[in-house]
């Protein structure tokens, strides 16, 4: 049964300890009446109390049947148990139901209430409208835990969705860089092996016959590439597609470029820069660009600087900025986002966080030994 499957740790300990604790109530009362079916009533109510979470409707059904049978075969007595089942079970399924299986629990709950109170003879209708306003009152209770719980999850929803599409921007965008990377390397080699078939010698026939197959290899290659290009650039401008990729040595144009728009930078280069492959200088200048965005975007008044690091094995990047953020601004945006997945792409490190009264991006990209310079 699967309600049986979904059962946990925190289902059992409640119901195995109020049903305990009823059948105490029951040993100790002074000479209850049918103390067997008192007890069968308790265990109905531990049971509903086991599965209020898996199967609400089917506890609220239960209970009902219990109360009937015990209200008919003897005077229910009042026991604590019984009134905390009263009124955890309509906030379960308040919490659990909605619609027509909702009302079905509820009104099984309430009618388990009446049948009660008519069958104990020392309960007048007043006690009986209070204990039917407790289950009302449970079942408003779990009725707001419900809405807030799905608000909860909607916002959740929402973020990842949000997420999602971040990471699928970023990466069409990695894509269309990284396809002209690759087609500006296919078209020298297509270019280099065309100028050596021109410079062999007679008698070259299986030199040249390589050549051609690799020209003929890249040619047909370079076309396919440019079709998957022209979809992924269906929606930009074409003076913006011819562009090349920037690298590093466009750094200094785009800090220009930011302080120019009011953002006073700082950049500082230590260590001696080594060989790095086009996708790598590329997601570097990313890096900054997106992060100095952020701080002309977010952070109001602001100064910035720009450290890069070089060394034998890795590249360090540190952009860091001491101006406020507005509230709602200080979680990773869809920008830095996509700038994990750029560097989770060469095996690199991104953290982006306040540090202090500082807003701080580092990033560490290892480099490619089989780069040369």
Known sequence: MRWLRDLRGKDWLPA????????????????????????????????????????????????????????????????????????????????ELTGRRLVLALGALLLA?????????????????????????????????????????????????????????????????????VGHGMGVMVIQADSVRHLLAPGQDEVRAALVSIEQTGRESLRELRRLLGLLRADEASAASLAP?????????LIESVRRSGLPVDLRVDGVPQAMSQGQELTAYRVVQEALTNVLRHAGHARARVRIIHDDHEMHLEIADDGRRRAGTVELGRGLLGLRERVRLYDGTFTAGPEGRCWVVRVTLPLDRSVTP
Do not use: K
Not at 54 to 76: D, H, N, Q, R, Y
Not at 147 to 157: K, P
């Open 16 to 95: 195995l300890l109020l049903g305990a604790a009823g059948i105490g109530e029951v040993l100790v009362a002074d000479a209850p009446p049918a103390p067997g079916l008192q007890i069968l009533y308790v265990i109905a109510a531990a049971w509903a109390i086991l599965t209020r979470r898996t199967s609400p409707m089917l506890s609220a059904g239960v209970f009902l049947a219990a109360t009937i049978v015990v209200s008919v075969g003897a005077v229910p007595i009042q026991m604590l148990t019984i009134g905390i089942t009263f009124t955890v079970l309509p906030f379960f399924c308040a919490m």
């Open 113 to 181: 209430v009446a049948i009660r109170s008519a069958a104990d003879p020392a309960e007048d209708w007043g006690a009986a409208l209070v204990d039917q306003g407790f289950v009302a009152l449970a079942a408003a209770a779990g009725g707001v835990v419900a809405h807030y719980r799905r608000r909860v999850e909607q916002v959740a929803q929402t973020a990842a969705a949000r997420v999602d599409e971040a990471l699928e921007l970023e990466r069409t965008r990695i894509a269309r860089e990284l396809h002209d990377i």
């Open 245 to 253: 990729p920037p690298n590093l040595d466009a750094l200094g144009d």
